[in-house]
């Protein structure tokens, strides 16, 4: 290989990415560095271009795509209800969040009654996916800064919480529970028992994390101070969810615009003002404690009653009704031959994910399938933050900074 | 010297070798042990008997790895790195005081180089040759990521190493004397010096850790930031000598610590009465200092080079240099020196 004397480089090292980089990357005076796309603090499959003066980050370039999976795409070939297989597939460690506002989403479109037990059961699981998330999001940032006993710990609770999901839906991770109308079917026996447990079990647990981090000195001072993110720069870049709420604004969309019935619950957004690693770190851990809290409430004044609308245009019947009633053997066939027609519109539905606002954009031709599908994923926006974030730091707190941002690459490619 | 001490001197290396391999080998078993059962999990338990086999299967399949040497390293100073790291920890251990047993009616030490009077500086000496191979072998390999291991190495070692040294002065001070064995003989007969010197052996332990590369000091292999640091391009043999110099270093800086200020292999009443228990008491004290080096390092985020920095020139250095002063001060007054 040729190394061109004067700037240490290849000669086509350069080619179509001056623009990314600094003069001095051009004049050999700073080093250039690929952080991934296999790396073990990138969390996926992130690629960033680093360009390093020793250790400190010049500029930093995230190089998404490696996970594409033309998710928004291969919906527009499925049927409404057989593409709710693929927003599981979207955020990995949101699969109920995703759920819940796709089928929100088909619920405006075709103004569909939801009971509420049925409300109510998907504000409990979609709060504790939100915990099992955060879990993961402590897991590794703590990981990162190479205290891996709490990723070890983290993944401990977070199994209860998918042994709840698979007790209801079957699965783990891939739950597509939420169905348009409701629910795909009420909630296990066991449920209620194994719910009541995990709000007993976990908040000592986080108890256990605050001691073990949060006024633990290395942590404090590998934090502190560490990418901070003014307020109007984050406006600016539409950055939502916990890093939105540590710069100071309280936007949450389950207190702006309630959904699901989040109105009935009595929780706090946690705020915070100084808009560092540390402030994000202390948001995410009270929002697991008021996460708690909705699921204790939603818990104790669970209503009784079905837990999917009566309309059959776009809620299977009851198998018992298939060997009664002509309409149902009907509806059943025509629900899973062709599937249900929405009215022509589009509409657009955003909740609160862990990361931010996850909203998705349904366009209906009036055909069994979507004519448009598009996600506005956190991960996506939050990215962009990285590179203002991460100006000036060291490479040490890099990785502290893509686990701050919390992007999940699934989320970010889709 | 006759055929008698020849026979002495290679039973001895023989033994001492013998045991830092095995020590070497158990300790990543004990390490891997403990860390699971700090975190939940089982650690090894498939190969052999609570997988006390592990190490063995571990070190063969290193054996047969494929031996990789990246086209644009500097092969010479590629493969030398990790000899120059392994050599200096081994040859630490010749001037651990071990006690003297009768044996074949003469009198044997058990250490390896006796009783060399300037031990502490053949110790300094000798440990801080290690940090080259780390800083030659983040060089050689040509890659960014080695590179920026190898420098963070350099950097650290100019920060915990004054304060080290400052932490070996207080036990010298005390003994009056450069020898090991004066020093654990001095501790026979006040008490230990961890009692004596409590900042002196905690500014030890910090730097030690520091010295050994271990959590929460392990910048240079930062798996986190700089996926496996100066090491990563290293595969099969070379990169167990590397890990062969981390682990045989926790041994040997657990057994200067036990020396230097846990009464080394002395243990009041027990090596007294039964003078060849004293390798074995030293075992045991080293095993426990292994302990809490592992405990740390399943508790402990890592600290960021700068902040290491910043701690052993703002903290540990003025701390030790103060320590030195008030020991010095205090033995005046009571007047153990003139």
Known sequence: MDIDLETNLPPDALDGMQHLVSDRAVRGETVLLNMGPQHPSTHGVLRLLLELDGEVVVNCVPDIGFLHTGIEKNMEAKTYLKAEVMTDRLDYLNNLGNNLTYVMAIEKLADLDVPPRAQAIRVLLTELQRIASHLVWLGTHALDAAAMSVFLYCFRERERILDIFEMVSGQRMMTTYFRPGGLWRDVTSGFEAAVRDFVSYFPPRVTEYDRLLTKNPIFLRRTKEIGYLEPEVALRHGVTGPMLRAAGIEFDLRKAQPYSGYELYDFDVPTHTDSDTYARYLMRMEEMRQSIRIVEQALNKLPLGPVRSNNRKYVPPPRSELGTSMEAVIHHFKLWTEGFIPPKGSVYVATESPRGELGVFLESDGGPKPYRVHWRTPSFTNIQILPILARGHLVADLVLLIGTVDILLGDVDR | MDAGMWIELIVKVIVLIAALLVGFAYLTYTERKLLARFQNRYGPNRAGPFGLLQPMADGLKLIFKEELIPEQADKLIFILAPILTVVPAWIVLAVIPLGSIDLFGRTINLSLAGDLNVGILYIMAVTSISVYGIVLAGWSSNNKYAMLGGIRSSAQMISYELALGLAFVGPVMMASSLSLARIVE?????????????????????????????????????????????????????????????????????????????????????????????????????????????????????????????????????????????????????????
């Open chain 2, 186 to 338: 001095a501790q026979s007969q006040l008490m230990w010096f961890a009692v004596l010197q409590p900042i002196g052996f905690l500014i030890f332990l910090v730097a030690a850790l520091a010295e050994i590369n271990r959590a929460p000091f392990d910048m240079p292999e930062a798996e986190q930031e700089l996926t496996a640091g100066y090491h990563v391009e290293y595969s099969g043999m070379k990169f167990a000598m590397f890990m062969l110099t981390e682990y045989t270093k926790m041994i040997v800086v657990s057994v200067i610590a036990a020396t230097l200020y846990l009464g080394g292999f002395h243990m009041p009443f027990i090596t007294d009465r039964w003078p060849w228990m004293g390798p074995f008491m030293l075992l045991a004290k080293v095993f426990v200092l292994l302990f809490v080096i592992i405990w740390l390092r399943a508790t402990l985020p890592r600290v960021r080079y700068d902040q290491l920095m910043q701690l052993g020139w703002k903290i540990l250095l003025p701390i030790a240099f103060l320590n030195v002063c008030v020991t010095a001060g205090v033995m005046y007054l009571l007047g153990m020196i003139a």
